[in-house]
Nanobody, 121 residues
Framework: QVQLVESGGGLVQAGASLRLSCTASGSAFSSYYMGWFRQVPGKEREFVASISWSGGAVWYSDSVKGRFTISRDGAVYLQMNSLKPEDTGVYYC?????????????????WGQGTQVTVSS
C-alpha cells in the first residue's frame, strides 16, 4: 500500500511559478512510475506529466510541454513555470508499480488527495 501526499499548491498570478511535491509512504517508492494529473469541476481528470521509475524518461501533455518539468528523487516534483489561468485545477499525484518506461501511462493504482492550484489573470 502506498500513501501519496501532494503539497505546494496555491493562488498565483499568470506568469508566476509553483513547485508541487508528492511524497510517498508505505512502500518502496523507487519502483513506482509516477504521474501528475489535474482536474477542474465538470471536466475529466487530465494527464499532465509522468516519469519512469528511474527518472530517466518523462512525458508531458502538449498543453504544458516547455513550461512544466517533472522530476524525482525521494519525492516527485512538478515545477510549473509561466502559469496560465487555464492551468487552474486540483493537481493529483499518482503511482503505479512498474518498470515500464516506454511511454506515458494513464492508469494508476494509487492517488493522492490533490492540491489546489489557482492562476489568476
Amino acid at each position: 500500500q502506498v500513501q501519496l501526499v501532494e503539497s505546494g499548491g496555491g493562488l498565483v498570478q499568470a506568469g508566476a511559478s509553483l513547485r508541487l511535491s508528492c511524497t510517498a509512504s508505505g512502500s518502496a517508492f523507487s519502483s513506482y512510475y509516477m504521474g501528475w494529473f489535474r482536474q477542474v469541476p465538470g471536466k475529466e481528470r487530465e494527464f499532465v506529466a509522468s516519469i519512469s521509475w528511474s527518472g530517466g524518461a518523462v512525458w508531458y501533455s502538449d498543453s504544458v510541454k516547455g513550461r512544466f518539468t517533472i522530476s524525482r528523487d525521494g519525492a516527485v516534483y512538478l515545477q510549473m513555470n509561466s502559469l496560465k489561468p487555464e492551468d487552474t485545477g486540483v493537481y493529483y499525484c499518482a503511482a503505479v508499480e512498474t518498470y515500464f518506461s516506454g511511454g506515458p501511462l494513464y492508469e494508476y493504482t494509487y492517488w493522492g488527495q490533490g492540491t489546489q492550484v489557482t492562476v489568476s489573470s
